[in-house]
Structure formats: structure tokens, C-alpha cells
């Protein structure tokens, strides 16, 4: 079986014969792998069984550089970007509940995907994967989150507005990744915290359900698999996005969610991608450490089929190299052995 097989296999809910798995790395740490390694192309490198495709746009879409740091967005978000990851917005466009003189981005802006077909072509036997963009998250990207939160209860029109704005933006996207020979689309969408969600379920049936519905059947229709990232505890959420046909849940984290639990409610109807902790174990555990709690994991999730291995987030730079090798030896001797 090829990669991209195992990895449908497994969502297919079936014992595949080895576990598939995916790391992936903020930039300083990628950088130092792909020195170490002696080679740009990590996911050969590595062993991933996903390929997680990257417009790597001009600053037509990444944004216009301003003073220092700071890059303005396509959608007019200011973000204080950072060497060792994706930085943090400075500056929402929509400091009003208020969409007049606004104009959302144009999904189809040519170039965009333009370098899709040199990565697939080098990758075709890898599960093939692209994000669609965001909801909520883009939401408070452009109003703030305090302000957002705010605007369910005193705008709740706004809210509505603002989502259905950015719903069509995404929409669009993945009309024109249908086009592509991809496995997969990703949407990026937090709600959750350590503790528990950012909303109550309520809200996120009022505000999010409707659009998620019409976002996941787009994507279905195309024949393609529903992926959602979405950071922290959600499994209050999780009935009702099972039941709008979402296929994968990452990342699971296991500082944020029980994992055996994740696995006997939702582990027949739900593919869980993730569940190595990158908040306690791997920047503190010994190399042994983590080879261990690799292979506890597997032993917790993989039953069955329905998992991917993988970070509960994307490995940041104060996980030591080791630890990373660790996880690398773990999965190439005892999870593929």
C-alpha cells in the first residue's frame, strides 16, 4: 500500500499495517531540519504520509509589508509577524460593527494557487491536503476577539453578515481546489481554549453550524474528505460536526482533552489526527520518554483505524532536536515495524 492509501484506510475506520503519521514544524525548526537532514523537502525527509499543500503566495496574498514587523493581510489584518511563527494581528480592520465600506477579498485573485502543481506533482503519493481558509478565526482577526464574543450578544446581525462575507470568500477557494487532484481540504477554525470552548454550544449553533453545513457539503460534494483544525477542547462541539459530515478533527491534544475518551465516544464516526503533547512532553520528556509516549498513544488511538499520528500542535522551537528524533525513531521502527 502507498502512504495516501494507508492514510485513507485509516479514515476509512480499518486496520491499515502501519500507522500513518504527519509532523509538522513552525519555521526556525524546520529550517534546522532541513539543514540536519540535507534537504528542503521535510515530508520525504520524514516519512509523512500527508502532504499538506502551501500556496507560498506572492504579497499579493501574504500581505504588504509596513514599518518593522508588521504585514497587512489581503482582508486588511495587521499582523506583527514573528521569525518563529505566524506572529499575532495587531490591527483589526472592523473596529465597528459595521461591514459598510468594506470589501472582502477576491477568492479567484489569479495566482493564487499557482504553485500547486509542482508540489502534487512531487508528491503524488502522499494523502494530498490544502486549507480553505478560516470562519470564526477570520472573523476575529478582523473585529478582535473581545469585540466578536461581544457582538453575539449585541450585533448578533453583524455576526451573521461578517460570517456569510467570509463563507462566500471560502466557498470560493474550494471551487477552485476542486480543480486540483487533492484528498482533502483543511478548514482552520479554533474554538476551544485549554479549559473548554470559546463559545457556548448555542452560539456556535446559531452563528457557526449554518455555514460549517454549507462549507462541508461543498467540500463532499467534490468527493474530497473534511478536515478541521481546531485548537483546544471542543468536544462539545463534536456530535453535531460529526453529524455535518466532518471526516478528521486536528489536532487532538491531550493537555486539552482526554484522549481515551475521545477515542471510545467518537473514535467509529471521527478520525482523530494528533495527540502528542507539545505543551509537557515533548519540550521536557527524555528521547526514551518520548518514544514511550509514542507508542502509548498508538496503543490508545490507532485501534480500529481512525488516526493519524501526529503533534497536538505544530512543533515550536523549544522542543529539542532529540526529542523530535525521538518521535521520528518511534514511528519508523515500532509504529511502521
Known sequence: MTRKEIVCAALEHRETPTVPY??????????DLQQYFGTSDLDRALGNYLYWLSPRPSLDFQGRRLKGPLVEDEFGVVWDKRPENRGYPVR??????????????????????????????????????AWCGDLFERA???????????????HPQFVHDLLDGILEFNL?????????????????????????????LAHWREFLR???????????????????????????FLPDLIDLGLD???????????????????GERLTLYGGLSTQRLLPRASPAQV???????????????GYILGPGITIQHDIPRENILAVLQAVREWVTG
Do not use: W
Open 22 to 31: 504527519h509532523l509538522d514544524f513552525a519555521p526556525p525548526v524546520g529550517e
Open 291 to 305: 518514544q514511550e509516549a509514542v507508542r502509548e498513544t498508538v496503543r490508545c488511538l490507532a485501534q480500529g483505524g
Open 248 to 266: 478528521v478533527l486536528h489536532p487532538v491534544q491531550p493537555e486539552a482533552m482526554d484522549l481515551r475518551t475521545l477515542k471510545k465516544r467518537y
Open 172 to 200: 470560493g477557494l474550494v471551487r477552485q481546489l476542486a480543480r486540483f487532484p487533492l484528498d482533502g481540504l483543511f478548514l482552520s477554525d479554533d474554538y476551544g481554549s485549554q479549559h473548554g470552548p470559546l463559545m457556548s
Open 210 to 236: 449554518p455555514r460549517l453545513q454549507r462549507l462541508f457539503a461543498q467540500v463532499k460534494g467534490y468527493g474530497l474528505r473534511m478536515f478541521l483544525h481546531s485548537c483546544g477542547n471542543v468536544e462539545p
Open 140 to 154: 476575529h482577526f478582523l473585529r478582535g476577539l473581545g469585540p466578536l464574543l461581544l457582538d453575539f450578544y449585541e
Open 92 to 129: 483589526h480592520p472592523l473596529a465597528r460593527p459595521d461591514l459598510s465600506g468594506y470589501t472582502f477579498p477576491d477568492p479567484f485573485a489569479a495566482g493564487r494557487f499557482a504553485a500547486f502543481p509542482a508540489q502534487i506533482e512531487a508528491h503524488r503519493d502522499l494523502f494530498l491536503v
